[in-house]
């Protein structure tokens, strides 16, 4: 069958072919009882729309990216939180007869193949996801003038709108537990450095154990499981003493409490653990993982509903949501 055309809308609705790309390209020159004549016609028909033909006269893709600067083994691994985001920001953005342009930048290549797509018109809009302090990302696509949000705080001085979760307080709530709990030697296991996620949850320790007149005990990770096993090795040889730590994300927790059953270390009896998160898995440990829970699946919605306001001209503040401290067995 041969594909309706926009002339046999017309002639079905009995309108010019003006009219009826008026109405398929969303236009409010037109009456409501012309503007109803013409989806009757489109519905009988089974007429579907010429996108690159309609993104020729709106100006408009309907398509938004959807950046996330980590290599794939990063993206498709353990960690919860990309495909959370991903489907959270996904499902808003189809509810808003969005296409998502999913993009890995993991790589000088693939930061110059998504620059060059970005310039060349193909998306309305950015989101980007996962930036470290090197990324050039934000600025480049700053300068192209096309609406974008980061989801977290952007790690480079570049004015973009973001939202993110309140990493510093989580962190000082998640450290105050522990000293309500009469904890005295509190470690942590940061997050990467370059990550503002890493630096804003290292800094809600400190000043808490700040406030309490306790020295700080710090090792790094990378926000994976095995560089918490890693760094939980080191924080007991370096402090055999020590009687807590706060874990800047779930995953690094759970590597921690391998270690320390490895050690011979009873959790919480010997070293209580507080971790960052709260992906589903912190339910099923041994034993179950007191952490900070942040809002994704929130903060991904809310990202969306920031560029799709961008669009029609609305604010570009920043949005911050609260944490919340989940208390389990671990601590």
């Given at each position: 069958m041969k594909r309706p055309t926009l002339e046999a809308v017309a002639a079905r609705a009995g309108v010019s072919r003006a009219t009826v790309s008026r109405v398929v390209n969303g236009q409010?020159?037109?009456?409501?009882?012309?503007?109803?004549?013409?989806?009757?016609?489109?519905?009988?028909?089974?007429?579907?729309?010429?996108?690159?033909?309609?993104?020729?006269?709106?100006?408009?893709?309907?398509s938004i990216a959807l950046v996330v600067s980590e290599p794939p083994t990063r993206v498709f691994s353990e960690d919860?939180?990309?495909?959370?985001?991903?489907?959270?920001?996904?499902?808003?953005?189809?509810?808003?007869?969005?296409?998502?342009?999913?993009m890995l930048g993991g790589s000088a290549q693939s930061h110059a193949r998504?620059?060059?797509y970005i310039a060349s018109g193909h998306v309305d809009g950015v989101m980007l996801i996962s930036m470290h302090g090197a990324d050039p990302l934000p600025s480049a696509v700053a300068r192209m003038g096309v609406p974008v949000v980061s989801y977290g705080r952007p790690p480079v001085p570049v004015p973009l709108p973001y939202v993110d979760n309140d990493n510093v307080g989580g962190a000082e709530k998640a450290v105050r537990h522990l000293?309500?709990?009469?904890?005295?030697?509190?470690?942590?296991?940061?997050?990467?450095?370059?990550?503002?996620?890493?630096?804003?949850?290292?800094?809600?320790?400190?000043?808490?154990?700040?406030?309490?007149d306790r020295?700080?005990?710090?090792?790094?990770?990378?926000?994976?499981?095995?560089?918490?096993?890693?760094?939980?090795?080191?924080?007991?040889?370096?402090?055999?003493?020590?009687?807590?730590?706060?874990?800047?994300?779930?995953?690094?927790?759970i590597g921690a409490l391998q270690t320390l059953r490895q050690a011979g270390r009873r959790v919480p009896d010997d070293v209580a653990v507080v971790g960052f998160d709260d992906i589903e898995a912190a339910r099923y440990t041994e034993p179950p993982l007191t952490t900070i829970?942040?809002?994704?699946?929130?903060?991904?919605?809310?990202?969306?509903?920031l560029l799709l306001g961008l669009f029609k001209g609305g604010p570009a503040d920043p949005v911050i949501l609260p944490t919340e401290l989940v208390v389990r067995e671990s601590a």
């Open positions: 409010m020159t037109v009456t409501p009882q012309i503007r109803d004549a013409v989806m009757r016609a489109v519905d009988e028909l089974g007429y579907v729309p010429n996108s690159a033909a309609r993104s020729l006269v709106t100006q408009r893709t309907d919860p939180m990309f495909s959370t985001v991903i489907r959270s920001a996904s499902v808003e953005l189809e509810a808003a007869d969005k296409q998502v342009v999913l998504i620059e060059r000293l309500d709990g009469g904890r005295r030697r509190i470690a942590t296991i940061a997050g990467p450095q370059d990550m503002i996620g890493g630096q804003d949850r290292l800094k809600g320790y400190r000043d808490a154990l700040r406030e309490s020295r700080s005990i710090v090792a790094v990770g990378d926000f994976t499981r095995e560089s918490g096993a890693v760094a939980m090795r080191h924080l007991l040889q370096d402090d055999p003493d020590l009687d807590a730590v706060f874990v800047a994300n779930d995953l690094m927790a829970r942040q809002p994704v699946i929130e903060q991904a919605a809310a990202m969306v509903r």
